[in-house]
């Protein structure tokens, strides 16, 4: 597209131990025309047990067969997990290149989400007020428009930074003690009660869950900026079958993929105000999913406990 100005941005592709899920998403990332003129990193996960060493051992295949001639592939000897992985993994390509685009084996991309990425990316290269493109878009309906949306939140289903905003990446969580002393602060993090933020960070803190997305939340947060979105997504994720290690079976919702055509790159505006109807539609959407999702996990437990009875 000629609106692409500067090189095209790498690609950070992190796999571990679904070779199927790898090959959807490298196979639908093959139908985007900028993918075999962009630098590809595959960062494949290592084994955590014998057991694992198959399935790992089938996955890297997949990155193989897959593989172009600007491809580098990342094979981990140990597993460093998804969290140390994803995290280790931007930080090299936004050290050394200054911006990565971000893909995880569970998710499918239209074929104009490189396009839409790497615009945005060129546009906002130096907008302070942005620190994240996404991707994704919830399945909410939104006002009519050709233009895309800024609001303060993130996505973690096909997203892409700079530099300049990863550095202040909050790895330590160092904005966990002013939410745990500010019961008005932890309402404005849970999006005014719609999502569950601050208790996914107390899991975070406490070792249950091991998720860079609740850290890079906060960091944003904290710093009050916004990330850019497709008014429709440019991704699914196929995730929710019960094969990933942090997304069990039925957790989350597939959004339908389309085409950016009417997105084109001369309507992306300089003006990065958040869009308020936006932000609230999505917040009655995450407001909703919570309240479903917490009167399923309830169920759960109910009739665990009826079968250890």
Known sequence: MTCLAQPLAPIAVFAYKRPEHLHRTLEALHHDPLFVRSPVHIYCDGARSEAEIERVSQTRDIARRFATPLTRLVFREQNLGLRKSIVAGVSELTEDQGRVIVVEDDLVVGDQFLSFMNAALDRYADNDQIDQVSGHQFPVSLPRGDTPLFLPF????????????????????????????DRALRRR?????????????????????????????????RRQRLAVFPRQSLVCNEGFDGTGTHCPRGSGAVSPLTSWAELRCDRLPSETHMDRAAADAICRYLARSSSVRARVLRRMSGC???IRL
């Open 304 to 306: 665990l406990a009826r």
């Open 154 to 181: 993130t996505t973690t289903w096909g997203w892409a930074t700079w530099k300049r905003a990863w550095r202040h990446f909050d790895a330590a969580a160092e904005g966990y003690d002013e939410l745990c002393n």
């Open 189 to 221: 993090f849970d999006l005014d009660g719609s999502y569950p933020y601050f208790r996914m960070l107390q899991k975070q803190q406490a070792g249950e869950i091991d998720s860079w997305g609740i850290l890079w939340y906060l960091t944003m947060f």
